[in-house]
């Protein structure tokens, strides 16, 4: 089951290469925070109520619901409806992301350790390369503060790719940092975009002390 859902996330990756809709990036997130409870759920060795707690507010309900609600609400405050200033064409993002999930194989594959598994540390490599080529090739505040979720979910998966038993409380700190960082960042993109009209990194070049 887990390796259908880890499939699941990997097709989340390439998608987010292909679409160009703001509202698209967000259900893809979503969708990515329901894979990751399911994920973890399946392959913890042991789990105990606390555990699943944890599991349930950081995957269901702040990863799938809660950011995905907070970043409905910049993208209507702001306006935002379709990405538009990506330097690469879609088709060569589509193999680029390609590449990095297929070189990100290889790497997994290569560190030949045991404590490692294989589907899973290359999925989450890749989540996490992927969310950084996400960042550099668009221009949009709005859209790297995507990338970072992106990454940060790699980074989930990561924690179950080296071993089955989570750190909860470590997760935990991680989980209201993230939540720290996206409302700092939201109230930052709404400063902006309603100063400049525009979430466009340029208009940062506008500012002055």
């Known amino acids: 089951m887990s390796h259908v859902l880890i499939l699941l ?10 679409a160009e809709r703001v509202a698209k990036f967000i259900v ?7 894979l990751l409870f399911f994920i973890a759920l399946d392959n913890l060795i042991s789990i105990h109520v606390l555990g699943l707690i944890l599991i349930l507010l950081e995957t269901l309900i702040v990863k799938a619901m809660v950011i ?7 993208r209507k405050s702001n306006n935002l409806k379709r990405v538009h200033e990506s330097a690469i064409p879609v088709f060569y993002s589509l193999i680029i992301v390609a590449l990095i999930l297929v ?3 290889f790497v997994s594959n290569a560190l030949n350790s045991q404590s490692i598994r294989v589907r899973f540390f290359t999925v989450a490599l890749t989540s996490v390369l992927s969310g950084i ?6 221009k ?5 503060l995507v990338g970072y979720l992106i990454i940060e ?3 989930f998966l990561l924690s179950l790719a080296v071993g089955s038993e989570m750190p909860f409380m470590v997760s935990l700190a991680v989980l209201f940092d993230i939540v720290i960082g996206i409302l700092v960042i939201g109230v930052f993109i709404n400063h902006v975009g ?15 002390d």
């Open 140 to 144: 949009n505040i709005f859209s790297h």
């Open 103 to 105: 070189g990100s194989f």
């Open 9 to 18: 996330y990997a097709v989340t990756l390439i998608y987010f290469a292909l």
């Open 133 to 138: 080529y996400f960042i550099i090739i668009h």
């Open 68 to 74: 995905p609600w907070f970043l409905r609400r910049i």
């Open 194 to 208: 309603n100063t400049f009209q525009s979430t466009h990194i340029n208009r940062l070049a506008q500012l002055k």
């Open 153 to 155: 979910n790699g980074v």
């Open 28 to 34: 893809l997130l979503s969708i990515q925070g329901v």
